[in-house]
């Protein structure tokens, strides 16, 4: 993976193989260009209009990385060229248009036997029972598909082994085990559902819940400025500190959380989805440090400096203002630019001036430079509730329409 950019003064380099880290969302919807730049912008959306998966499109990723699969050309897979879906019957089922997908193929075919799971071998999934619908994006490492497990609509992500990089190869294998271990520990209404996984000798898969609501992200792109119901965005964002407060109260940061990780479902309610970047608190001294998304990234993530489960918080605030004003931040800001002002100058998200205070408030204190100030997930919840309570009571138009405008940004 080529290293995101670095900016001298206020990045520390760092040559360990931390570095690396073959979980972030560097994929693209599939028919697009080859390469994602450091500023690209874009939401994953199905051909037929469906919603998102448990990995999603980074739209302002730390680097940039082609975003063709190599499988193709994987010496283990040339005897398997002429693969035909009758080959896969009863063995799980790939669609007549997945015929020629070398990493479904590699999933699917029988002739490569299935490897356990370690720990958590009661998660292997039947293959049996899965049917691989289309790849709608794709990147460096691997493809997401939407299918069906047992009956039930899934995300799958399909991630391939480096054939001729041993220490990628490793690094991509601790990276996988590390995102099975995360999603079988997590159970909550607000936590992306795990279903399974399964290591074939090209290829690893994992299967979670399908979000037929697409991304927030997505949801709020296409609102386009349009009047934001501030009932639903409380809400909503009542959904993300609980599930949060669940992570950090099993010692967990997320590292990446923004509006393209979480997921609408059905019902409204919000999943947080894409744990691959997760860590256990503990572990914080060797991070890498340019896990996750500029635009919501805590400036001691962005500075290398030794951070905590605060960053989350920072990047909840964040959320929390997309929420309510329906725009993505720094909007006027490349990536790039939007954390050098973060870090060296202060630079926040405008709050609008008609903001609810007690939300004005939250944001304030979540996006603070100074770690200690940012309250804990469970202090959040309790503001947000009480949010809640006043603008059921209180608030008669619970409505609210961002119309600022540039700059986007206060110092």
Request: with cysteine; charged share 20%; aromatic share 8%.
């Amino acid at each position: 993976m080529l290293e995101g950019p670095k900016f001298t003064g206020i990045i520390g380099l760092n040559n360990n193989h931390d570095n690396y880290d073959f979980s972030q969302n560097f994929y693209r919807k599939l028919n697009e260009g080859s390469n994602m730049s450091i500023d690209s912008y874009g939401s994953l959306q199905m051909s037929n209009g469906g919603g998102s998966v448990a990995m999603s499109m980074d739209n302002s990723s730390v680097g940039s990385t082609d975003s063709h699969t190599h499988i193709l050309g994987h010496q283990g897979l040339k005897h398997v060229n002429n693969y035909s879906v009758a080959a896969s019957v009863n063995h799980g089922r790939v669609s007549q248009g997945l015929s020629d997908d070398a990493l479904a193929q590699a999933l699917m075919n029988p002739r490569y036997p299935t490897e356990g799971l370690g720990n958590y071998d009661e998660w292997t999934i039947d293959l049996r029972k899965l049917n691989m619908g289309p790849a709608f994006a794709q990147g460096a490492f691997g493809k997401l598909y939407k299918g069906t497990y047992n009956g039930e609509d899934v995300a799958i992500k399909l991630l391939e082994r480096p054939e001729n990089d041993v220490e990628r190869a490793h690094l991509m294998e601790q990276q996988f085990q590390q995102e099975v271990m995360m999603l079988a520990r997590l159970k909550h209404p607000n936590i992306v559902r795990f279903i399974g996984a399964c290591r074939k000798p090209m290829v690893w898969c994992i299967v979670t819940e399908y979000a037929k609501g697409g991304s927030v992200r997505q949801f709020l792109t296409k609102r386009q400025n349009r009047s934001v119901p501030l009932k639903l965005a409380v809400k909503q964002a009542l959904d993300v500190a609980r599930g949060m407060e669940y992570v950090h109260g099993l010692n967990l940061i997320h590292r990446d959380l923004k509006s393209d990780n979480l997921l609408i479902a059905a019902d409204k309610s919000i999943k947080i989805a894409d744990f691959g970047v997760a860590r256990i608190e503990v572990q914080t001294e060797g991070m890498t440090p340019e896990t996750g998304t500029y635009r919501w990234m805590a400036p001691e993530m962005i500075q290398h400096r030794p951070y905590t489960q605060k960053v989350d918080v920072y990047s909840f605030g964040i959320v929390l203002w997309e929420l309510i004003t329906g725009m993505l931040p720094f909007q006027n800001m490349t990536a790039v630019q939007a954390a050098f002002a973060v870090v060296n100058k202060g630079v926040r998200p405008t709050i609008p001036n008609d903001c609810l205070p007690a939300l004005s408030q939250i944001m304030t204190l979540c996006w603070d430079a100074n770690p200690d100030v940012r309250p804990s997930f469970n202090e959040v919840v309790r503001m947000l509730e009480a949010a809640e309570t006043e603008i059921m009571t209180t608030v008669r138009k619970a409505r609210f329409r961002c119309c600022m405008s540039q700059p986007m940004t206060t110092e």
